[in-house]
Every structure is written in C-alpha cells, then in structure tokens.
C-alpha cells in the first residue's frame, strides 16, 4: 500500500446542501497525515544518521507536525513538535 493511501484526514468532510435544493454534496478538507496517534516512529537525530525511539505519535499538530511520546504515554523532548521528515515507522 503506498504512503498516500496510508494517510488519515484530519477533519470530517463537509456537507452541503445547494441552494438550488440539488443533489447534496460532500466535500473532502482536511490535512493529510502519513502517521496517526499511536502508532510507532523512530526519530531521526539530526545532522546524523542515528536513530532514537521507537516513540509513539501522540498528537498531530497539522501540515506534517507531530509530537512523540514514550512507550508509557509520558511526553517525549518536551513536547517539541517534530516533523514527519524526521520519523520514520517503526
């Protein structure tokens, strides 16, 4: 399954009934997110080809951002939003 199947939406659709009492609509909206609350990452330390974790996604904070967590649910590197190029599945 390829990565752009693999991404949740992050928002619910809208709905709209047109005004000219036509069939409604339903819009896709929403950010497209290539990981999900739980699931396990490895962080990639900067400037390096080294690896920490596995941390679990514990929020998404929109446009690929995310904050990571411990295995305990305990908020990891204090609750610095990381971005998606930095992770990697577990």
């Known amino acids: 399954m390829a990565d752009s199947d693999k991404r949740e939406r992050s928002a619910s659709p809208e709905f709209e009934i047109p005004d000219d009492n036509g069939r409604p609509l339903i819009h896709k909206s929403g950010v497209a997110y290539k990981f999900r609350p739980g699931q396990l990452v490895y962080l990639r330390v900067p400037g390096s080809r080294q690896t920490e974790g ?3 996604i514990e929020s998404a904070r929109g446009a690929g951002k995310y904050t990571i967590c411990h295995a305990n649910g ?3 590197r204090g609750g610095a939003v990381v971005d998606e ?6």
């Open 54 to 56: 596995p941390y679990k």
């Open 74 to 76: 305990q908020t990891a």
């Open 85 to 90: 190029t930095d992770l990697t599945t577990a």
